[in-house]
């Protein structure tokens, strides 16, 4: 005589079933890793396989540390990736030198996960990608702040050291996700100085700034001449926390490179 299965046994088996792979879009994942490296157009890559794991450092990429620290490690899936740790305030980046975009303008994609954002002080800010050159202006493509008044950490686009000030253009629809691998991408267009940004492959053009829609000073905001791209983490204000950031799949390009 057969039997058939109960409801409630056929529904808890279909669950189990459809359970997605933890991490599935992190960048250990068989079905959505690129080999963005291979392509030949890029003007910088770095996806650490080729590197060997401890001490993060690379003949084609500089460190700036200060009580921080950069290294190769693998992943539970075995991938390599790159573990930045900085204590208080500190900072630590893999540092891309002598860099030269054509026209001042390029694309930016990186692999990211934080473990956590600072909930201390009131309006503690963060940066995990900086570019600067010849010209006053230290821009951020990518950094945040915690916002006391919405008690949440936010993505923000910002600048500092030139006429536009020191500024975070932070978004309620941009949430600092931690514990997440996110695929960020970024454009610097230099044609109207002009930021744009992509999470896991969607727009969010709240972020963007320009020349004159920013969030400093009402001056024109202008890129310098970039010559050197930093990816990492910097925390400016006191603080007693040690931040773990894992970074992979780094690549500048003159074209949009994707997630």
């Given amino acids: 005589m057969r039997k058939r299965l109960s409801t409630a046994v056929l529904a808890a088996l279909l669950s189990v079933v459809a359970l997605p792979v933890a991490d ?24 650490f396989q080729q590197v060997p794991t401890g001490a993060g450092t690379s003949l084609k990429w500089g460190v700036d540390t200060r009580n921080g620290s950069l290294e190769v ?26 860099f030269a975009a054509p026209g001042n303008s390029f694309y930016g994609r990186v692999r990211v996960r934080v473990r956590a954002f600072p909930d201390a002080p009131d309006w503690a800010h963060y940066t995990l990608i900086e570019a600067t050159g010849d010209g006053p202006e230290v821009v951020r493509p990518l950094g945040g702040q915690y916002v006391p008044t919405l008690d949440e950490a936010l993505w923000g686009v910002g600048a500092d050291g030139g006429p536009t000030g ?30 744009t940004l992509w999470f896991d492959g969607v727009p969010n053009p709240d972020l963007t700034v320009s020349t004159r829609e920013h969030g400093g000073n009402q001056v024109d905001f202008l ?16 603080n007693e926390g040690s931040y773990d950031i894992w970074l992979d799949d780094i690549a500048l390009g003159t074209k949009r490179i994707g997630c």
């Avoid at 992190?26 to 910088?44: M, Q």
């Fill in 73 to 98: 490690e693998r992943d539970r899936r075995g991938q390599k990736v790159l573990h930045v740790r900085a204590e208080g305030n500190g900072r630590a980046f893999l540092k891309v030198d002598d």
């Fill in 24 to 47: 599935a879009a992190g960048p250990d994942s068989a079905d959505h890793r690129l080999k963005t490296c291979a392509r030949a157009d890029l003007l910088f890559c770095e996806d």
């Fill in 166 to 195: 020191d500024w975070t253009n932070w978004r309620e629809s941009a949430p600092s996700k931690a514990g997440v691998w996110q695929c960020v991408e970024w454009r610097m267009d230099a044609s109207d100085n002009r930021i």
């Fill in 223 to 238: 890129f310098p001449r970039f010559d050197t791209v930093k990816l990492g983490w910097q925390l400016y204000q006191p």
